[in-house]
């Protein structure tokens, strides 16, 4: 019943930003947390960052300083800053989210993700 749709990413030149966001839509009585992951080729999926329903915050040690999460609950919307892009974030970026039914009945979603290419 929950669907989240990932926007924004693209192509960028090393140096540059994006800015991702998912939408949380369908039936939810509440969002606990929300998180960003990626997969680039050949690697796992891992997790990029993440932020509580109180907006507290945890990154990937390789992102730090250069990403910001944020999310707006009135919108169950979390974003993605990202600056000082580097190749190395190329990426397929998902969106997670953990929803609360109105039964109290925890599940998580995933997001189909969105592609982040960062060119040298």
């Known amino acids: 019943q929950v669907q989240l749709v990932e926007s924004g990413g693209g192509l960028v030149q090393a140096g540059g930003s994006l800015r991702l966001s998912c939408a949380a839509s369908g039936s939810i009585f509440s969002i606990n947390a929300m998180a960003w992951y990626h997969q680039a080729p050949g690697k796992q999926r891992e997790l990029v960052a993440h932020?509580?329903?109180?907006?507290?915050?945890n990154y990937a040690d390789s992102v730090k300083g250069r990403f910001t999460i944020s999310r707006d609950n009135a919108k169950n919307t979390v974003y993605l800053q990202m600056d000082s892009l580097k190749p190395e974030d190329t990426a397929v970026y998902y969106c997670y989210a953990v929803t609360v039914t109105s039964t109290y009945y925890t599940m998580n979603y995933w997001g189909k993700g969105t592609l982040v290419t960062v060119s040298s």
């Open positions: 932020i509580t329903s109180g907006g507290s915050t």
